[in-house]
């Protein structure tokens, strides 16, 4: 008997007990929704982690100015401003697969009008909009001649923005930072959550020059041209790990360390931090899909149990069947067909409810999710297998009834 | 001399309950010829029903020989049997054993499906012997709106649908009323009048009068093989019948 015929047989066959197909499809329903929910979420997750790491701007080296030892205290990292702008130079100089670039950091009130909102400042040279991945909204970069002639120019995160001036376009006004007035030249592109969940928006960027002078310069960091951190950004398919040892043995021999101390200063690859990130959400997006299945599983023995019940009810028909000629292949066929367009059907329903939820929680919830076809394909295939796997020993089991006690059976 | 349609040398059929064995076939030797109509009687456990699956292809002898048409069928594997049933033998049984829900001419149509002939010629095909069993008009008709009389007619163009060299009729009136039982018998002496061989498996004497030959089981023998030179005709009775009424 062609596929077409056997379908037919399988869809009549199925018709005739509604119910209760219904009821077995259910099981590969609810099982193929919750993959596809499962794996959109999982997916989703995985996709905020990979804009995180994005947002930080990729192979990036993170240097803090060491903890020492004042006194037998240690000191916690950037206690001490043990780096300076030179250093920075220094590194982008001799080891020409990285740029560095040095930033100042510190905390301020800023105010415009009537408002006021506390944030943080970075004094920067031009290279840290580079390393960072920064982009503008609106507005100018800083010129080379800001960084020089110390201007009183700075660029805006989307959160001060937004805390500082609502509706109004910041591009020309000038606020006060510790009473310093600075003319706002653009704003900067939101990045979001950080992966530690800090805002990485709230920030005013500012020429170097300009924050040791004006702004940061009363406190302990007035030091000639110290800094806080230096951020590196090594080349594109340049090994991480090597560029790493070249930074630390520069910094070194810069520094005069002798061999055995300690550094004075700390040195963090931000890939292996995000890699780990990474890992654990593929893992998480792994485990969910793996206790869905567990579902589709289920399901499926649903469908045996039920096509098991199937051919015990109609040995007669399998045997009338052989009678007038059914080989072994052809009831084997029946049946499997029967389990798989169970199994199918409800696959298509699933998806199609699975879909349905996903999208659902992404409205109410507010998760990210990532619809892939994908695992829409994959959820159609693992039906598709669900239904021969757990059809199989069924319709083995009727393929090899005895014609005459098939035909004898009450 | 051509060789016989049906052909059997100590056919035996044992099985086995527990530690006992039990024959139900026990050395059976005959020979059926082409366009026969022969009517096999017995006692229930005389073993005509297992004779009847043998000859049917339906199951396989302990030992001995069946030839079917010249063809050793003894040992033929499985889809081999199946296919042999399909092409050689209509089977017509008590119950009918009619698919539920499924139109009469779909019904006949079945063994053509397994016998892989396109749906446009097995369509033709089964209407034709509809309307030869006389029930053209309800073709579409499903089983549960037929009557037993009309069912059985069904059963038996599904029989005939393949153009077998035998029919196999296992007790086709059992479950009928007698003036039924009357139709159904004039239909299978028309069809061996046409040529075809039929083997009538019952224990109603009043059936087995319609056949010309008469074999008797008993305890997996045949005890009494006799002609039976004066057959019924069943389409006189009904008329006369008829007539009464």
Redesign the interface.
């Known amino acids: 008997?062609n596929l077409l015929?056997l379908l037919r047989v399988a869809m009549?066959a199925l018709a005739?007990n509604k119910l209760r197909s219904a009821l077995t499809m259910l099981g590969i329903i609810i099982g193929v929704a919750a993959v596809i929910v499962m794996i959109a979420v999982g997916a989703g997750a995985q996709a905020r982690v990979e804009e995180q790491i994005r947002s930080l701007g990729s192979n990036l080296l993170l240097i803090l100015s060491g903890a020492t030892t004042s006194g037998g205290v240690r000191m916690g990292f950037g206690s001490n401003l043990t780096l300076s702008e030179e250093d920075a130079a220094a590194i982008s100089r001799e080891i020409p697969e990285t740029t560095a670039a040095p930033a100042l950091r510190g905390a301020a009130q800023v105010i415009w009008g009537n408002q006021n909102w506390s944030t943080v400042i970075f004094g920067i040279t031009p290279e840290y909009v580079e390393v960072r991945q920064w982009e503008l909204a609106s507005g100018r970069m800083f010129d080379p001649t800001d960084t020089a002639g110390a201007t009183k120019v700075c660029l805006v995160g989307q959160t001060v923005a937004r805390q500082l001036f609502g509706g109004v376009d910041p591009v020309g006004q000038v606020i006060r930072v510790r009473r310093v007035p600075f003319t706002v030249i653009g704003v900067l592109e939101g990045k979001g959550q950080s992966m530690m969940g800090t805002d990485q928006d709230d920030l005013i960027l500012m020429p170097i020059t300009t924050a040791r002078s004006r702004v940061l310069g009363a406190s302990a960091r007035a030091k000639q041209r110290s800094v806080g951190t230096i951020w590196v950004k090594v080349q594109e398919g340049y090994d991480m790990k090597a560029a790493e040892e070249q930074v630390r043995a520069l910094l070194r021999q810069r520094h005069r360390l002798q061999p055995g101390a300690d550094d004075d200063f700390s040195l963090r690859n931000l890939e292996e931090v995000a890699a780990t990130q990474e890992a654990s959400s593929r893992v998480l997006a792994l485990l969910l899909a793996a206790v869905a299945s567990v579902s589709l599983v289920v399901g499926g023995i649903g469908i045996m149990n039920i096509m098991l019940v199937s051919v015990t009810e109609r040995t007669?028909?399998i045997?009338?069947?052989?009678?007038?000629?059914?080989?072994?292949?052809?009831i084997l066929g029946q049946f499997l067909v029967e389990a798989v367009t169970l199994s199918l059907i409800g696959g298509i329903v699933g998806i199609l409810i699975g879909v349905g939820a996903a999208v659902g929680i992404a409205e109410l919830a507010g998760w990210r999710i990532v619809l892939a076809p994908e695992s829409v394909m994959l959820a159609v295939a693992f039906a598709f297998a669900i239904g021969v796997f757990f059809g199989f020993y069924p319709a083995r089991k009727a393929a090899r009834l005895?014609?005459?006690e098939a035909?004898r059976f009450e | 001399m051509t060789a016989p349609l049906i052909h059997t040398r100590d056919l035996a059929k044992v099985y086995r309950i527990g530690d006992n064995l039990i024959k139900a076939l026990d050395g059976v030797g005959l020979d059926i010829a082409s366009g026969e109509m022969t009517a096999v009687m017995g006692p229930s456990g005389s073993g005509k029903s297992t004779f009847m699956?043998l000859i049917?292809c339906?199951?396989l002898p302990s030992s001995g020989v069946y030839r079917l048409e010249g063809r050793d069928v003894a040992a033929l594997p499985?889809?081999e049997l199946?296919?042999t049933?399909?092409?050689s033998i209509g089977?017509v049984?008590q119950n009918f054993?009619l698919?539920a829900?499924?139109a009469a001419v779909e019904n006949v149509e079945?063994?053509l499906?397994?016998?892989g002939v396109p749906?446009r010629e097995r369509r033709g095909r089964a209407m034709e012997m509809l309307e030869k069993v006389g029930l053209g008009e309800r073709s579409e008709h499903h089983p549960a709106q037929l009557s037993g009389g009309q069912q059985q007619r069904v059963a038996i163009a599904?029989a005939l649908v393949?153009r077998p060299l035998l029919i196999l009729a296992d007790e086709p009136t059992g479950a009928l009323d007698s003036r039924t039982s009357l139709e159904i018998m004039a239909l299978l002496q028309e069809l061996n009048r046409g040529g075809m061989t039929v083997v009538l498996v019952t224990h109603e004497p009043d059936v087995a009068r319609f056949a010309r030959r008469i074999l008797r089981f008993r305890d997996g023998r045949v005890v009494q093989d006799e002609a039976n030179h004066r057959p019924e005709d069943a389409a006189c009775l009904l008329a006369a019948e008829r007539k009464a009424a």
Do not use: I, K, W
């Open positions: 008997m015929g009549r005739v007669r028909e045997g009338l069947r052989m009678a007038v000629g059914a080989r072994t292949r052809d005895n014609p005459v035909l | 699956n049917g339906l199951d499985r889809d199946a296919a049933r399909n092409r089977f049984f054993n698919l829900r499924t079945l063994p499906v397994y016998a749906s599904r393949t």
